[in-house]
Structure formats: structure tokens, C-alpha cells
């Protein structure tokens, strides 16, 4: 339960192993015996560690909680759900979804940038 919670979200995150392991301090090898069930009981600190880097809690990786975010659970309401099987059936992949969202905190980042000195 615990490895699968954390490979979603993980894979979710957009993170390879490596990068988990970088932002966590944990080992990669730790990391992937925990998302292939070989450790079923990592420690407390350790999933505290994930859990940050994830964006989620603790009680979400052990299974206490239904949804994965700290924040509140949204909902897509059918609209949402529309344009994503539209978006789907006309052949945008999950890479292709995550480079427009990279692109558009990239615009929202530099329109909220105050403009530089001489400009």
C-alpha cells in the first residue's frame, strides 16, 4: 500500500527515483524497495520526508486517507472530465499535458515578475 501510494504520487510529481531520492535525502535503493513492497515499514521520519517532497501526508502513504493532497480533495466536475478525453482521443499523451503546464507556470511566473529597471 505504501510503495504504491508513493509511486503515484511520485509519478504524479513528475520525479524519478533519483530525483526523490535527492530531495528526501533518502537512498534511491531505500526508496525503491519501499515502492516495491520489499520495506513495508519504513520509519516514521523517512515517510515524513517523502510525504513533504510529494505534496502529501503521511496518513495518505499508509492508506488512511482517500486522496493525496494536503489541501483540501477536489473533484473534476464533468466538464473537466469532457476535455480530458477529448484532449485524450486526439492524441495528447500525459508528457504532452505536463510540458503545457510547465509552460504555463512558466507564463504565470514571469507575468507576475516585476519588470526589470529600464524597461
Known amino acids: 500500500m505504501i510503495g504504491e501510494r508513493m509511486k503515484a504520487q511520485r509519478k504524479i510529481k513528475g520525479y524519478s527515483i533519483t530525483k526523490l531520492a535527492s530531495l528526501t535525502g533518502v537512498s534511491k ?3 525503491s524497495y519501499i515502492e516495491r513492497g520489499i520495506q513495508q515499514n519504513p ?3 523517512i515517510l515524513a520526508k517523502i510525504a513533504i517532497r510529494l505534496d502529501t501526508s503521511i496518513d ?3 492508506g488512511e486517507e482517500p486522496y493525496s493532497s494536503k489541501k483540501s480533495p477536489f473533484k473534476i466536475d464533468k466538464e473537466w472530465e469532457s476535455l480530458l478525453k477529448q484532449a485524450i482521443n486526439e492524441g495528447m499523451s500525459k508528457e504532452d499535458f505536463l510540458q503545457v503546464r510547465k509552460y504555463i507556470t512558466y507564463k504565470n ?6 519588470p526589470n529597471e529600464g524597461e
Open 29 to 31: 535503493s531505500y526508496l
Open 60 to 62: 495518505y502513504l499508509l
Open 109 to 114: 511566473k514571469k507575468n507576475s515578475q516585476p
Open 43 to 45: 520509519s516514521l521520519q
